[in-house]
């Protein structure tokens, strides 16, 4: 029998700079076709080059049972490109906000992300905590994050490829257990 094909939409948003493009750069297994660009005004003075439209890479996951096809969009981090935020939460089944442990200037607008995806029709929404301390443990963290949403939170290196892969195959994973979630509701 052929595998079964599931395909699922998965966005990546977060500040300026946490790591989004980093993230499916080493994840994609397919060559990202992105939108980045040299970076102007006074954030130039933090990083080169910036995403201004949306990037767009591939992983798949395949065995005698499954060929799952996660179609990966990162977003721009800067506040003027938020209205980007209409056109890819279109038929998005997750959304994974990152934010960067050491830089709590990225915080509000991970706040005001995971917000966003929340009120939108995409029914998972993580928290990708990106480059937290080995010595901080994850709920120490959430504590001082304080996420009114109360988002599932994952903790990854966008930097290192095999923390980023885990990261989306547990995006993944809460996918899987919010569509059985639905299918049980749907039974009762
Ligand atoms: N040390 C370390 N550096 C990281 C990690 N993740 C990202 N970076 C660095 O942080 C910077 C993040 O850059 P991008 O990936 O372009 O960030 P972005 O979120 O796509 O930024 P915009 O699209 O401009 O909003 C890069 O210089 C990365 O090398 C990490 O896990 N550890
Ligand atoms: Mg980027």
Known sequence: MAAQELTFKIVVAGAFGVGKTTLINHISDTPVVGTEVATSGDEAESKSSTTVGLEYGTYRLVDDEFDISLLLFGTPGQERFRFMWDIVSIGADAAL???DAQNDATWDDARAALAYFRASATRTVALGVNRLAASTAIDEFLLRFNDPTNS?????????????????????????????????DELV
């Open 152 to 184: 599932v939170a994952i903790a990854c290196n966008a930097i290192d490829r095999e923390s980023a892969r885990s990261a989306i195959v547990e995006v993944l994973s809460l996918v899987l257990d919010d569509a059985e979630s639905l299918l049980q």
């Open 97 to 99: 906000v990152l934010v």
